[in-house]
């Protein structure tokens, strides 16, 4: 067992959806898994392995914030072995061309988080990216399914609440960073670091610019299109 996922080796596979809260690991699991088996309630953060379309495939929980993400990531690439993970989560647009309930994807992953500066010291800026291989089944099966899918950099905050949220918004807008969220780059650090196939994918769910949200039903509705397109990158 390890020490967050209360399993035994061999329950989780090698595919997993990471969505922030548990309790939508459970919405995945009862929702698009054939037969899913609940193998960790430890803290609350559920983790379930099923079925789709004849894949084993798992979904876990991870909280909220780099932190939280970290411990159940290095757990599942290295106490389980999985090879390839997706991040299925909200996001937060902060460009005028990124609408309320698109779908995006996060082609890099700017952060304000000290752990990548702990990691490689204050000489050496990693750029957090995804697997493109993963990147460019997930745009190719949105565009097909034709939900509306738009690619382009995060940022992966560390605060949700920040004194200095305003300027870190317009550098980013400067920037071309379209979306905020909170866990992307730590997974795509972990990714290269761990030599794993990694991705974020989002739904918008409130405009930073305009303050307008999605209601929880349509939020219902699009996460569920995300992870349909999640699932057929993996297996695609
Ligand atoms: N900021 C950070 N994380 C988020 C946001 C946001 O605006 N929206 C959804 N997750």
Redesign the pocket.
Known sequence: MSTHITAEKGMVAECVLLPGDPLRAEHIASTFFKNPVKYNETRGMYGFTGEWNGHRVSVQGTGMGMPSFSIYANELIDFFGCKKLIRV????SNNKNLKLRDVFIAQSANTDSGMNADRFGSSFHFAPVPSFSLMYKAYEEAVKAGIPVTVGPCFS?DK?YDDRHDEKMAMMHKLGIMA???EAAELYTLGALKNVETLALFTV??D?LTGEQTTAKERQTTFNNMIEIALRSFFS
């Open positions: 989560g909200t996001c937060g905050s949700f905020e969220e909170m769910s409130d930073i």
